[in-house]
């Protein structure tokens, strides 16, 4: 929804998830970028993420007997132990957002069902919180990226910059990759992060995600990139992005 919507210009960015420290990478937003959208990645936020469990006032007394879990499909999974230990029967609904679970909670407080979401939409929404930071580490960071065509002023502290390419090398070539990478090895160029994705073709086919920590001279980095193009890459620019640490919320 945040994606369609800033492609038809309902919106002037939208931030979406992109990795978390529990569940790895958002696979469904990085195969969108690749496959469907074109939109730049302006910022990277990285956020510490603490799960609470909520219910509408009402059921204060009784949110042990909470049929239902609502949440965002990531904070479900985030907080697995504590559900199978706690609320083993409960079914479990994925919804949009956990802003979208607090408030259907808030708006339903006749059913016996819990949200589970930050601390923010328990005061926003007037929930109670039954059992705080749920969940399964207590070192739980997510990566968002701003997503947009204008440059927005960020006042947290910034961390580094990065570049994030989605790579696509020749088929059935031997060693392929492993040029792919010499590209950057030899020029000093440190990549923070790779990973395969399905090319969504045939069994086998993927293409390559991939982090450059930005601290070189840009020539450096194009020449690089021109280099990747030579020896036969496909490559899609995701963004060129400072990003932004917070330790507290």
């Known amino acids: ?59 204060q007394a009784i949110w042990q007997q909470s049929q239902k879990i609502l949440s965002h499909p990531q904070a479900l999974a985030q907080s697995q132990m504590f559900l199978e230990k706690n609320f083993p029967e409960a079914i479990l609904e994925a919804t949009p957002s956990t802003a979208y679970a607090a408030k259907y909670i808030a708006e339903h407080p006749e059913l016996p069902f819990a949200a589970i979401a930050p601390k923010l939409s328990a005061e926003m929404y007037d929930l109670t919180i039954v059992e705080k930071n749920i969940q399964d580490l207590s070192v739980n960071q997510t990566r968002f990226w701003v997503l947009g065509s204008e440059n927005l002023a960020i006042s947290f502290p910034l961390s580094e910059k990065k ?51 930005n601290d070189q001279p840009e020539k450096l980095i194009e020449a690089a990139l021109t280099e990747l193009e030579l020896i036969g890459a496909e490559i899609k620019i995701l963004g060129d992005y400072p990003i932004y640490v917070l330790s507290t919320l």
């Open 1 to 59: 929804a945040c994606l369609k919507a800033i492609e038809q210009q309902e919106v002037a960015c939208s931030i979406i998830p992109i990795e978390n420290t529990i569940e790895g990478t958002v696979n469904a937003s990085i195969d969108y970028l690749y496959h469907q959208a074109q939109l730049p990645v302006q910022a990277e936020l990285v956020l510490p993420i603490q799960q609470q469990l909520m219910v509408a006032k009402e059921n």
């Open 163 to 213: 570049i994030t390419l989605a790579i696509t090398m020749p088929s059935n070539v031997p060693g392929s990759l492993h040029k792919a990478l010499s590209v950057f090895s030899w020029r000093g160029i440190n990549l923070s992060k790779i990973e395969s994705r399905p090319l969504k073709t045939k069994l086998g086919e993927y293409f390559f995600l991939m982090d450059l920590v």
